[in-house]
């Protein structure tokens, strides 16, 4: 039997984009600002994670922001089970750390228990960044919880969120505060421990302002071989 929940027969609320979305209106409503309806958006090319052949099912562009979403091939937009998200806006006086926690804190309010890894900042080529792996349990009276790897990057007046979604089968946490895969299957379990850690990877080495670098791929003998120097 597959680990994943079955296919919904209504369409299923895409947490984190929704909370996005609200967190991002109430900034505006209670710092008084507005986005300009036709404010520039800031474009950084995003390395996707090798291995799934990602696909983009939504791009959303408008007042400064600019909101893009990515499934694998082979799962529908309704019934998911991996996603990326990625929006680029105005930073809107907020720093990396003060914006994921405040998603932390929508995500917390829906589920279940919840648990994340710890708010990691850091300052890289002068940019500060920040990252967090949150672990909801349940979302709602819903029959499956998330997993969510979140970076934000703050670049002048802009900031960029990406975020790694997995949705999966209800599990829990444990007396000492650390997320339990119940999945009953000890292999899937650990497919996605890997999987987060290789994610963090990801998030830690590839996402960043900038030209992006494959995230594991290995020089084939054409681009190993020296180049001649420009004459």
Same mark, same amino acid.
């Given at each position: ?46 390395? !996707?994670? #090798? $291995?799934? /052949?990602? &696909?983009?099912? =939504? !791009?959303? #562009? $408008?007042? /400064?922001? &600019?909101?893009? =979403? ?27 750390e ?46 499956y ?12 007046e ?28 000890p ?40 180049q001649?120097?420009?004459?």
């Open positions: 039997m597959s680990p994943w929940p079955p296919r919904p027969r209504a369409p299923n609320v895409r947490l984190s984009a929704l909370l996005h979305q609200t967190l991002l209106a109430t900034l505006l409503l209670t710092a008084g600002l507005t986005l300009a309806e036709d404010g520039p958006t800031r474009r950084w090319p995003l390395p !996707l994670p #090798e $291995g799934q /052949g990602w &696909r983009i099912v =939504e !791009l959303r #562009e $408008g007042n /400064g922001i &600019r909101h893009e =979403e990515y499934i694998p091939r082979g799962q529908g937009v309704e019934d998911y089970q991996d996603r990326i998200l990625l929006q680029r806006m105005a930073a809107m006086e907020m720093n990396p003060d914006y994921l926690a405040h998603v932390s804190s929508g995500v917390r309010q829906h589920c279940g228990n919840f648990t994340t890894s710890g708010l990691f900042a850091t300052t890289r080529h002068g940019l500060p960044s920040a990252s967090v792996t949150s672990y909801c349990t349940r979302f709602k009276d819903r029959p919880g998330y997993v969510l790897a979140q970076k934000a990057i703050r670049d002048g802009h900031l960029l969120v990406v975020e790694r979604e997995w949705r999966l089968p209800m599990f829990r946490v444990d007396e000492t505060g650390l997320p339990q895969l119940d999945s009953q299957n292999a899937t379990d650990e497919a996605l421990k890997r999987d987060i850690r290789q994610t963090m990877r990801w998030l830690a080495e590839q996402v960043h302002p900038g030209t992006p670098q494959p995230l594991s791929t290995k020089p084939s003998p054409a681009s190993a071989r020296p001649p120097r420009p004459r």
